[in-house]
């Protein structure tokens, strides 16, 4: 038997594997009517199991809900211990359908009552041959209920009206499943015919779709072969609107782009001989076999001379750097022409891939690098010179400022003696005169350092301290410097500081420029509000893992316009000619302000609208960055510090 079956499995693969190789339309139609059977098994056993446990759980219910009954009709006769109604109701019991015995207990288990069906091993034995095949044995089903006695109130009046609750006994009854399994195996005789009559109607339509679907196929295949034999002016038919048809579409317009665009050596000529970049191909013996007509005109040589030519004669550092020929290589290299010109070029190599012509070519691409050579000699000139210029600019800037210190520092001081000894001598009327003179002379050397400052800056000679400080005393320290300012435009200064920073908040770095930062932008909102208010926010948040501060002062005053917004850190400029006739000033303090914060690493940043005031916010981090002094070119800075030693 086992061998038999062995032979008929190698059979059975042989004629799989015949199929499978015969064409498209039979792999098509045996795979699809083997999954077509995989699938309606698979559905006629999930089907099978959802009847049997339909079946099983109907036959269940249907057993619990009799012996539920029986229990019920068993309460009064075991309470009085009634033997002759027991015995009838379970002679009815057995006289029912499906139930094969019945069994009633008293409280102490003994058996009381029990009764048969005597007809059950017949009915089991009429069974027919398929049924004992399909299901070999009966199944019986076994469900017990207790008998309690029932609750007060009764039926009866004799009943006692104080009898507690208790267990009278037991009601075991069997059924059985024989008619669930009889139901189960017309389900499944039903099945058996139903399944192979849809194979019997499913095949030939499965052949025919299938054939309906290859058989454009099968003519293309045919026209392909057609135009294989070199008929580029034949076409496809178009049968149908689908994806056999697109097909079809998209293979009539390869043709028409092959018949349109034929391939061959004249053709590709011209394109490499139209190329403005030099292509030569150098042979593995370093012999030049083609080039194009730019590289004959960079070069020099008529195209004769240059075919054969050794490629050291035009490239003489390739026999000290042979490229690697399997991989691109670009780099800037020299070719030699005719006359001996070096020519700088921009220079790609690479293997010739796909062909062994002349031993394994290399192809050189370069491009002419004398005009880009030129243009970068000219921007490291025109570099040179503004870095000279810069550098004439600091030393000016540095002559100049001590040239105007040095009389300036002798006018303030020479004013501030004569204004102390005519304040001795009681000749108060000049003290007015000469404070002007020191006012001036203070703003001029404020200017002065300014202008220094913003010079350090621009040059990197920015040199900061590293000072342990306070920001909110720093806060304070500016608004009691300015209310004086700020009482003379009838405006209102105050402060006010995060509830975090109640008790102090630490900040390391340069103080000094942080007090002029901060200084420069409380002046600016003084200055520019008149009967207003200017506030001091003292803020701390925390930006990637770091904390700032934020100093902000905000101020009601006349607004900034959005597109004077754009220009309104750039040096010596304001918002407008009338600005600076009104309220004074240079236009250096916002812009060295940002550029001090920008050295510690922080920021100044603003949010302004005409009429409704503005708040510049100092943004710093509470660890600010020390620049070092850079070693470059000499700035204004240290031609002055120079200059004052």
Request: glycine letters at 6%.
């Amino acid at each position: 038997m086992t061998s038999h079956n062995s032979h008929f499995g190698r059979k059975s693969s042989r004629a799989w594997r015949t199929l499978r190789g015969r064409g498209l339309m039979s792999r098509a139609v045996v795979s699809t009517f083997f999954m077509f059977n995989a699938i309606a098994v698979s559905l006629s056993i999930m089907f099978l199991l959802a009847v049997r446990a339909a079946l099983d759980s109907q036959a269940c219910l249907r057993a619990q809900e009799l012996t539920s009954f029986f229990a019920a009709q068993s309460q009064y006769p075991l309470l009085v211990a009634d033997t002759t109604t027991l015995r009838q109701i379970a002679a009815t019991a057995v006289a029912g359908e499906g139930v094969v015995s019945i069994r009633i207990e008293d409280a102490s288990g003994e058996q009381t009552i029990a009764a048969h069906r005597q007809s059950a091993s017949v009915a089991s034995q009429k069974r027919s041959a398929i049924s004992r095949i399909l299901l070999t044995r009966s199944r019986i089903l076994d469900v017990n209920r207790p008998v309690t006695a029932p609750t007060q109130g009764g039926m009866h009046d004799w009943e006692s009206k104080s009898l507690p609750r208790s267990n009278l006994g037991l009601v075991r009854v069997e059924f059985s499943l024989d008619k669930a399994d009889e139901l189960f195996r017309h389900v499944i005789l039903r099945a058996a015919i139903t399944i192979p009559a849809l194979f019997i109607v499913f095949v030939p339509f499965l052949y025919w779709d299938v054939r309906r679907v290859l058989l454009p196929l099968q003519n293309l295949i045919d026209f392909t072969r057609r135009v294989g034999s070199s008929n580029l002016t034949a076409r496809a038919t178009v049968a149908r609107n689908d994806e056999v048809g697109e097909l079809t579409i998209c293979f009539n317009q390869m043709l028409d782009q092959l018949s349109s665009t034929t391939v061959s050596r004249d053709y590709v000529d011209a394109v490499l001989q139209c190329m403005a970049e030099s292509l030569i191909v150098v042979d593995d013996q370093g012999q030049i076999r083609t080039a194009n007509h730019a590289a004959v005109q960079m070069l020099g040589y008529e195209m004769r001379e240059l075919i054969g030519l050794r490629a050291s004669t035009i490239r003489p550092s390739w026999f000290s750097a042979r490229e690697d020929k399997a991989h691109v290589q670009s780099s800037i290299d020299t070719y030699h022409g005719r006359n001996g010109l070096e020519i700088p070029v921009l220079l790609s190599s690479s293997r010739l891939l796909g062909s062994n012509l002349w031993g394994g070519a290399t192809i050189w691409l370069a491009q002419d690098m004398t005009e880009i050579k030129r243009t970068q000699e000219q921007l490291i000139a025109a570099r040179d010179q503004a870095e000279m210029a810069s550098e004439a600019k600091s030393r000016f800037l540095a002559a100049m400022s001590h040239e105007l210190r040095t009389p300036l520092n002798a006018i303030l001081g020479f004013s501030q003696l004569l204004d102390l000894e005519l304040a001795d001598e009681g000749l108060d009327r000049w003290s007015e005169d000469i404070q002007k003179i020191i006012r001036s002379g203070n703003h001029l050397l404020a200017l002065i350092n300014d202008v220094l400052d913003l010079s350090k800056v621009d040059a990197g000679k920015m040199q900061l301290l590293d000072d342990q400080f306070d920001i909110v005393e720093l806060a304070r320290e500016v608004i009691e410097q300015f209310e004086p300012a700020a009482a003379a435009n009838r405006n209102h200064l105050s402060l006010i500081v995060a509830p975090d920073l109640a008790r102090g908040a630490p900040a390391r770095g340069d103080r000094r420029r942080t007090l002029q930062c901060l200084l420069n932008l409380v002046a600016n909102a003084c200055k520019f509000t008149s009967d207003g208010r200017v506030t001091v926010h003292v803020a701390r948040q925390i930006v990637d893992s770091s904390a700032r501060y934020d100093l902000s002062v905000e101020d009601t005053g006349i607004g900034i316009a959005p597109d004077d917004l754009k220009r309104l850190f750039n040096e010596f400029a304001q918002v407008d000619g009338s600005t600076t006739r009104k309220y004074g000033g240079t236009g250096l303090g916002l812009a060295l302000s940002r550029r001090l914060a920008r050295v510690m690493g922080g920021e100044i940043t603003v949010t302004s609208s005409p009429g409704a005031g503005s708040v510049f916010t100092l943004s710093i981090p509470r660890v600010a960055s020390v620049s070092a002094p850079s070693h470059g070119h000499t700035s204004s800075a240290e031609c002055l510090e120079q200059v004052l030693a």
